[in-house]
C-alpha cells in the first residue's frame, strides 16, 4: 500500500517542519509545505528538504475563503490526505476545516485548554505556572478547540527564564509531533 499524503502549513522559522522531517517513517509522506509568510525561514528548510512550496500572501486575496480555496485546489492536485500545522499563524476557516475535516491537526506550546492563541509560552510563564507544556490536537472552527490527541507535561522551574522555557517546550514539541503523527496516520 503506498503512502499518504501529507502538507505541512508553517509561517515562521520551521523548527517543527525539521524535526517532522528528521523523524524518519511517519507512515505519510511530506510532499508540500503551504506558507503566509514569502520571507518565513521554512521555506529554505524546505528546499533543503525537497518539499515542494506553495507561498502565498493573504493580502492579495479578497477574502480568508477565496485564498483557502487557492489553497484547497493545491492540496487536491498534491492529493493530500493530511495537514499538520506547524507554526502556522492564521485561524484555519470554514473552507478548509471543510474539505479537511477531522484531518488537519495543529501543536500548541501549552497544555490547552490553558493558553489558547498567540504567545501561549509567554502567557504560562508570566501566569507563574509550575507546569506547562505541549498539546497536539485536532482542528475545529474555534481557537486551540479541538479535540485533543496528545500532550505532554512541561515543569517550570523556580529559575527558569522565559528563553530556557521556550527551548524545554520546543524540545518536547519536536519529540512529540512526529510520534504523534506516526500514530494518526496508521
Keep these: 500500500m ?6 505541512i502549513f508553517a509561517s515562521g522559522t520551521g523548527s517543527n517542519f525539521e524535526a517532522i522531517m528528521e523523524a524518519g517513517d511517519l507512515s505519510c509522506d511530506i510532499v508540500l509545505l ?13 528546499e533543503k528538504y525537497q518539499v515542494p512550496t506553495f507561498v502565498f500572501n493573504p493580502k492579495d486575496y479578497g477574502s480568508k475563503e477565496e485564498y483557502e480555496k487557492v489553497l484547497v485546489e493545491k492540496l487536491k492536485e498534491a492529493n ?14 470554514s473552507v478548509l476545516l471543510q474539505a479537511y475535516e477531522g484531518r488537519i491537526v495543529n501543536i500548541h506550546p501549552s497544555l490547552l485548554p490553558d493558553f489558547p492563541g498567540k504567545d501561549a509560552i509567554d502567557q ?9 507544556g505541549v498539546t497536539v490536537h485536532y482542528i475545529d472552527s474555534g481557537i486551540d478547540t479541538g479535540p485533543i490527541i496528545a500532550q505532554e ?9 522565559l528563553e530556557s ?15 504523534v503523527i506516526r500514530e494518526i496516520v496508521k
Design 153 to 161: 507535561k512541561v515543569e517550570v522551574e523556580e529559575n527558569e527564564t
Design 2 to 7: 503506498s503512502k499518504r499524503n501529507a502538507a
Design 165 to 179: 522555557l521556550e527551548e524545554k517546550i520546543h524540545h518536547v514539541e519536536h519529540q512529540l509531533y512526529p510520534r
Design 124 to 132: 504560562a510563564y508570566h501566569a507563574g505556572v509550575k507546569t506547562t
Design 80 to 93: 493530500i490526505s493530511w495537514i499538520f500545522l506547524a507554526g502556522y499563524m492564521r485561524i484555519v476557516g
Design 34 to 46: 503551504i506558507c503566509d509568510k514569502p520571507k518565513a525561514t521554512v521555506i529554505q528548510k524546505a
